[in-house]
């Protein structure tokens, strides 16, 4: 098992640049609030660069997660060869684009091929991709590589279905505000049956995504 630890690390694109410098964070959001006319010495507002520095440090923290460690040890050799699905992960994320929220949920499916990982582990594998400035779709083919390259199970499918406040908020293609995207691996993506078998639970009892 330990011998594709280094590839499930590469897949994880982790920071070695030491932590987040949150005095730097501080120091921008000043300006930021200086910038737009407002006044940092304000009652409200003077403890705020210290508050947004350590928001980022959390909503930022997955380039600095460990999966290995994440894990713990939690992969097991079982003999179980059928769908193991994880479905309605809540996710928060970042846009890229515009460092506004999107955020939404994860479906998880994997099919074993002698070994699982413990379930509360996916939605933490969810979390790390999440907590980066991302784009949707990137963050589907992560979540699907790791668990792809961490199980060697005869397929993955993963599927998020996430809202994108920078398009709400700013009042442009608002029909374009909710994205769905998906990676499908192996038998996912060559067995039609095995995809809708997925597809199917997954939609089985979903409420659409309201905000
Ligand atoms: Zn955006």
Redesign the pocket.
Known sequence: MQQNYDTVRKIADLFDNGGIDEKEIEKAITTIIEAVGEDPQREGLQRTPERVASAYSELLAGYRTDPIELLNGALFEVNYDEMVIVRDIEFYSL?E??M?P?LGRAHVAYLPNGRVIGLSKIPRIVDMFARRLQVQERMTQQIADLINELLAPRGVAVVLEGV?L??MMRGVKKHDARMTTSSMLGHFRRNMATRQEFLDNISRGSTPLRF
Do not use: D, K, N
């Open positions: 846009c684009h515009h506004i999107f994108h920078c398009s």
